[in-house]
């Protein structure tokens, strides 16, 4: 008896895609609620070029910057993203947000290594911040150095927006390489992973388990990835999967 085949998502091209994920973004935000998304692929995939782009749907978003150097950080300073060394912004800051909301970038200079950890009480700050007020979008640029014990140790404060915030309008979009070190309840608490290709079977099989289809068939569609392709892997009932890539003009 042959087996079944299994669903593949359909692919749409990146205008169509980011027009969807515009709507489900304002239909979200219309309901003062926030949702959270994984962004997860391997180095240079395009995951922070993606986060960036949609990040720009929404009014208020503040990213945390924590490497010395970063064209693709450089990006988010290009788009009009102020680049602040402290928090929270002045009224000074304030007035120099452009259009609707305002958009920081929480990016401390860094000139040695000894700054790496220097400025953790800057990051807390900012999440502690974002949990009270609410309806901020937080961008976690390197999700494992900022959780990890052997980096800046802020995990358990991480995982407390993932599980806590959702209903305050706070969205937490986390950019991670691989799950590994990171705590589980970051990224099972997302709303939607958005998945690039991934060279160990037992990451494929983690995020494959987080969405509303068939594990086996998230887990070929990131399999059969390539270059800067990824898998929009829903993880709320009434919604759909698909494929999509960044074409090489919107990247940073």
Avoid at 33 to 56: E, N
Avoid at 72 to 82: I, K, M
Avoid at 91 to 100: A, E, F, M
Avoid at 142 to 151: A, R, V, Y
Wanted: charged share 20%; with cysteine; glycine share 8%.
């Amino acid at each position: 008896m042959a087996s079944l085949s299994l669903p593949e998502p359909p692919e749409l091209d990146f205008p169509t895609w980011i027009r969807q994920e515009a709507a489900v973004t304002g239909a979200v935000a219309a309901k003062d609620k926030g949702m959270h998304i994984l962004f997860s692929g391997p180095t240079q995939s395009g995951k922070t070029t993606l986060c960036r782009i949609v990040a720009s749907l929404r009014d208020y978003v503040v990213v945390l910057g924590s490497k010395p150097k970063d064209d693709s950080l450089d990006a988010y300073v290009r788009d009009g993203y102020l680049r602040i060394d402290h928090w929270p912004p002045t009224r000074s800051d304030i007035r120099k947000c452009r259009g609707p909301g305002c958009h920081f970038i929480v990016w401390p200079k860094m000139a040695s290594r000894a700054d790496l950890r220097k400025h953790t009480g800057l990051y807390l700050s900012v999440l502690d911040s974002v949990y009270a007020e609410g309806m901020w979008t937080t961008v976690v640029d390197e999700g494992l150095w900022m959780c990890d014990p052997k980096g800046l140790g802020l995990g358990a404060v991480v995982s407390d927006i993932a599980y806590g915030s959702a209903s305050n309008g706070v969205s937490l979009y986390l950019l991670v390489q691989r799950p590994a070190n990171v705590p589980p309840i970051t990224w099972t608490s997302v709303g939607q992973a958005l998945l690039w290709h991934m060279g160990r079977q037992d990451d494929v099989r983690e995020m494959a388990s987080l969405g509303i289809y068939d594990p086996r068939a998230a887990v070929a569609a990131v399999q059969n990835l390539r270059g800067h392709q990824f898998l929009d892997l829903p993880t709320r009932a009434q919604a759909e999967w698909s494929i999509s890539e960044v074409p090489a003009s919107w990247a940073a």
